[in-house]
């Protein structure tokens, strides 16, 4: 072999080792985009969020806040939800809410369920291979009676790092971080949980809405929240869930109290049907568009994407399942969508707030038609596809 000869072996060479490290690299940074952002987060937490991406393509799983607590017409029966009385299917994601557990020695949260009820809940629903995400509707940091619909401009300001509230804000912290690190399966992993704080950020009804504070403000809050769960109480099994309210009208607004890449896994946003589907289809149109912007900054930042929350309080339109949810949300590429809690009849106004229907309810045979779709996801679908293992 002559001297041009070995130089173009040596090229040959090069070049293979140069491809092969290029492919090697993109296999990497491929991968790592299918993690979550906590680099150290459990396997059953990594597992959870790369077979979310999976899911997201064969349908979308059906949720439901405080489903094993209570119905409208019964509370606290066990294996019992309204519904798995309609389908014989329990929902595929539970909702659940923390707010009240930053009060001293507070036993309920603000919808009176008994955290440790919750707790009991979680684990049945987690063991059954169901998916839990939970919100906060924490009190106002003011205090004197102050809830999470308080208002007051300067709230988010106080609890940051050097804010006057920012110490009995961490020791809120603690106690939510008390809690998640109680949530054990049967062999004693942490339970992973999609965990959505400042919910409707956007909106401007809550302390942390967007007429509170201000963008870096806002941001700020969220990334010390994630760093003092990680760091400090070192909690890896929380999936973080961005979610704004449905009044954004593109996605750089949708994204504007966005935290960083580095600190969120799930983009989401929430929105409800107040007008009558029968007289128009304003809230098809608007849910669906909105689901198309958001879930294309999912798209281009790689996250997973759900719909947070919606309803129709008390489901008056029987068709409204496959007439109007369906068609809101089209063929966006959603995890899950979650519906609102099965109250009852509320003592604050004296109507039915519910948002599943129960046995009997006029959309009843509409929901059972739209559990039988091929892409909506409940229990027994979601338990098949092994959502916490990296073995499906």
Known sequence: MNGHQRMTEYKKIVRGLFIFLCTAFSFYSFAQADLPCDKDATKETKALYSNLKKLAQKGFMFGHQDALAYGVTWKYEKSRSDVKDVTGDYPAVYGWDLGGIERDNSTVNLDGVPFNKMKQFIKEGYERGGVITISWHADSPWGNGKNAWDTTHGTVTSILPSGVNHELFKSWLDKVADFISS???????????????????TGNWFWWCRNTCSEEEFKTLWRFVSYYLQQEKGLHNLLYVYNTSGDFKNKEEFLQRYPGDDKVDMLSFDAYQYDDPQKNDWFVKNTNS?????GEAANEKNKLFAFGETGYEAIPYANWWTNTLLKAIGDNKISYVLLWRNHGLAAWNGKMHYYAPYKGQVSENDFVQFY?????????EAAAEKLYSNGN
């Open 290 to 294: 909105l689901l198309q912007m958001a």
């Open 372 to 380: 039988k779709l091929p892409t909506t996801i409940f229990e027994k």
């Open 183 to 201: 949530l054990k399966g049967s062999k004693g992993e942490a339970i992973p949980i999609l965990f959505r704080p400042f919910h409707e950020l």
